[in-house]
């Protein structure tokens, strides 16, 4: 099994940066791939970002050129890097790793002020 726990969120100005952390333990590997989901006020869990063993990225559209995913392997921790952020980014982010079945973090609160 695999522990996940978020941090690094917190409350930012609208085009202000925080970068989010997700630290790894249990069964972890680097060849299995890890992501950041998002669920704001009143919408739907959704994707922002997936990086695979190989270190390989996809984005969603909207944070595409604004976030950076990475890892540290040898640390077992996962990295978002927001940038440029706003107002509708504002969530709970959580981090999830994918072996056979895909666990997941309790989340970190991230509020962008207007």
């Known amino acids: 099994q695999a522990q996940l726990v978020e941090s690094g969120g917190g409350l930012v100005q609208a085009g202000g940066s925080l970068r989010l952390s997700c630290a790894a333990s249990g069964r972890i590997f680097s060849r299995n791939d890890m992501g950041w989901y998002r669920q704001g006020p009143g919408k739907q869990r959704e994707l922002v970002g997936k990086i695979t063993g190989g270190g390989g990225t996809n984005y969603a559209d909207s944070v595409k050129g604004r976030f950076t995913i990475s890892r540290d392997n040898a640390k077992n921790i996962l990295y978002l890097q927001m940038n440029s952020l706003k107002p509708e980014d504002t969530g709970v982010y959580y981090c999830?790793?994918?072996?056979?079945?895909?666990?997941w973090g309790r989340g970190t609160q991230v509020t962008v002020s207007s």
């Open positions: 999830t790793y994918t072996d056979y079945v895909t666990y």
